[in-house]
């Protein structure tokens, strides 16, 4: 049977139980048969960039990430915006790829999750620096859809169906970008 496309999910917040892992866990829960999901759980293990440490062997968690990326067929991220930018943890993980070529190419999305008229500027700096990587920008599927904490229930997913729609289409529209669906072969 050929392999399901997979779309590597990374979320920019270290905190436990952000909305941004909601938005994930729900890109998860709803993604539809055809594609498969994985979550990266990483980033609070990455030591700090260093271009003197980005040559072989890499270090063990950054090779861990650019293998992940690697072997996705697309990358969704939904990160938080933090003092203007993006935090710094993500930021340090983005700047682990800038090296390799794994996500050269790969189309790419995000999810912003901030209340209305916050997050541009975290958006701002994620098309800066996946323009740097040379990830393949998947327009349609960058959505802002606002998630307050009140919307994530106890299952740490969010419950509401037009949220659920939006997170849907998101991952539809990541999943057409990687080309077409492998057929399930004949016995």
Not at 100 to 109: L, N
Not at 145 to 152: D, G, K, L, M, S
Not at 155 to 173: K, S, T, Y
Request: net charge negative; hydrophobic share 45%; charged share 15%.
């Amino acid at each position: 049977m050929s392999e399901l496309p997979s779309i590597l999910l990374l979320s920019g917040s270290l905190r436990a139980g952000s909305s941004n892992e909601a938005v994930l866990n729900t890109a998860r829960a709803v993604a539809p048969a055809h594609v498969r999901t994985v979550v990266y759980e990483g980033l609070a293990g990455l030591p700090h960039f260093n271009p003197d440490d980005d040559a072989d062997p890499l270090p063990a968690p950054v090779a861990g990430l650019r293998a992940a990326i690697g072997g996705a067929a697309a990358v969704l991220i939904c990160t938080p915006e933090y003092a203007g930018t993006l935090p710094g943890s993500f930021k340090n993980l983005l700047d682990w790829t800038v090296g390799g070529t794994e996500i050269c190419d790969k189309p790419v999305a995000w999810v912003n999750a901030a209340a209305p008229g916050r997050g541009q500027g975290a958006e701002a700096t994620l098309r800066l620096v996946l323009g740097h990587t040379g990830a393949a920008i998947v327009e349609p599927a960058c959505a802002r859809i606002p998630v307050a904490p009140h919307a994530v229930g106890a299952d740490g997913l969010i419950g509401d169906p037009q949220v659920r729609e939006q997170m849907g289409g998101v991952i539809a529209l990541l999943a057409e970008a990687c080309g077409p669906v492998p057929e399930p072969e004949r016995q």
